[in-house]
């Protein structure tokens, strides 16, 4: 379906489709976001007077915009809408009509409720594709039940795999799960896309918080699939691989990942102890696993007598993969950071230049781009109304005056 482009910005590899973003909170407008990203239309339907609930969410605030909002709400435009009452539901029936795929984090049977179902899908817009992102998925005992992150961060067995060795179990310091879910809600879409093309034929497309926090275990999963041993916390150490893990340095800690045994190799010899190469202790991966708390201490009483940059330069050179302990502002101030355009400045209609993370990925030919910086509640119902659903100026002041809009 085309759509009208906000400027000049070459065609995006989405350029033409349209999504209607019906989510809230963060993994629903981050697949939203990424699918904009692409050069898709999107338009957020949000609720009359508060809008999405992360408009309030903070602080810091940008004006009246909060940080989390414009974290992940670029590249769409906002419109309100109560889509409770009949009126509503006449604007959201047009809107999915002209669209090619329909996102939504609703409770589980909300869009059934307003008869907005598969069925009605089928029967009145049988190419859109449509995404539900839940908590639990639509079978199951808990199906239906609301999805945080944080719980099902704890649920999924994630928790029990960070933190200290002997502490108590952490969550990621984002919302990783919300994150990684609207990704994956993000990719099945583009899927589904794809076998349209096929197909002539929209789908459904489920994506749980409960099915991604599990699948996030991977390999940690697998490794109790095979051995039937539970996993448990290793701090920063890797259940699988050692030396995989930080040390203290005379002036704070490093990161060092050792993958093979060549690695290794170089590692102790730069660390003077070339002998332990051949030691029956440490010379293959599965050995280091075995003897990893007296290889780590060793590594560690090495380490201490330098600073992190003295480390850092010789391990590099020694190519062994290392790295610095950043907070979140020195990565955000990193060099390669702004080399790969990774914090990108927007001029918002309130909050002035709004500066915000960079597109995490590239295309050749159909450029990702950032066209409209995140939307002010409402900022774009009549453009919207008037342009993509053509209602007249009276039929949309009606529409205001009714509490519709």
Same mark, same amino acid.
């Given at each position: ?25 963060? #993994? ?29 969410? =903070? ?14 709400? /670029? ?10 009452? +009949? ?20 409770? &589980? ?15 009145? *817009? ?27 961060? #704890? ?11 002997? =502490? ?23 899927? #589904? ?59 704070? /800690?490093?990161?060092?990942? &050792? ?27 599965? +050995?280091?696993?075995?003897? /990893? ?23 590099? *050179? ?21 080399? /790969? ?65």
């Amino acid at each position: 379906m085309s759509t009208q482009r906000a400027d000049a910005q070459p065609a995006g590899a989405l350029d033409g489709l349209r999504v209607l973003d019906l989510t809230r909170i963060l #993994a629903g407008p981050l697949c939203t976001m990424m699918l904009g990203d692409m050069g898709a239309d999107i338009i957020k339907v949000e609720p009359l007077g508060t809008g999405d609930d992360t408009r309030t969410w =903070g602080p810091p605030f940008a004006a009246q915009e909060s940080a989390y909002f414009l974290g992940v709400n /670029r590249n769409k435009r906002s419109i309100t809408l109560n889509m409770a009452v +009949e009126p509503g539901q006449e604007i959201l029936a047009k809107l999915i009509a002209q669209s090619d795929v329909l996102v939504e984090n609703f409770k &589980v049977g909300t869009l059934e409720k307003w008869g907005f179902g598969n069925d009605w899908l089928a029967a009145h *817009a049988p190419r859109v594709i449509r995404c539900s992102i839940t908590g639990y998925g639509s079978s199951g005992p808990k199906a239906g039940l609301p999805g945080y992150d944080f719980i099902l961060q #704890a649920e999924s067995g994630l928790m029990s795999i960070c933190g200290a060795p002997d =502490g108590e179990p952490m969550k990621y310091g984002v919302a990783i799960v919300d994150v990684c879910t609207g990704m994956l809600a993000s990719n099945s879409i583009l899927a #589904a896309l794809q076998a349209r093309h096929r197909t002539g034929r929209g789908q459904h497309v489920e994506v749980s918080l409960f099915d991604t926090s599990l699948a996030m275990l991977a390999n940690v999963a697998s490794n109790h699939l095979v051995s039937g041993r539970d996993a448990r916390r290793f701090g920063n150490g890797h259940p699988n691989i050692v030396p995989y893990t930080t040390y203290p340095v005379s002036d704070g /800690r490093i990161a060092i990942a &050792v993958g093979n045994d060549s690695q290794f190799a170089k590692l102790a010899a730069l660390v003077s102890n070339p002998e332990w190469a051949t030691d029956s202790r440490f010379a293959t991966n599965p +050995e280091r696993v075995a003897n /990893r708390e007296a290889l780590d201490a060793a590594i560690a009483e090495r380490l201490a007598h330098h600073t992190a940059e003295f480390w850092l330069e010789a391990l590099t *050179a020694a190519g062994i993969p290392c790295g610095r302990i950043n907070s979140v502002e020195q990565a955000l101030n990193d060099p390669h950071t702004a080399a /790969r355009e990774m914090v990108r400045s927007v001029p918002h209609p309130s909050a002035g230049e709004v500066k915000m993370l960079g597109i995490p990925f590239r295309f050749s030919d159909t450029p990702a781009s950032i066209r409209r910086a995140p939307p002010t509640l409402g900022q774009h119902t009549e453009e919207v109304l008037r342009d993509e659903l053509e209602l007249s100026d009276a039929r949309i002041d009606a529409l205001r005056t009714a509490g519709v809009i």
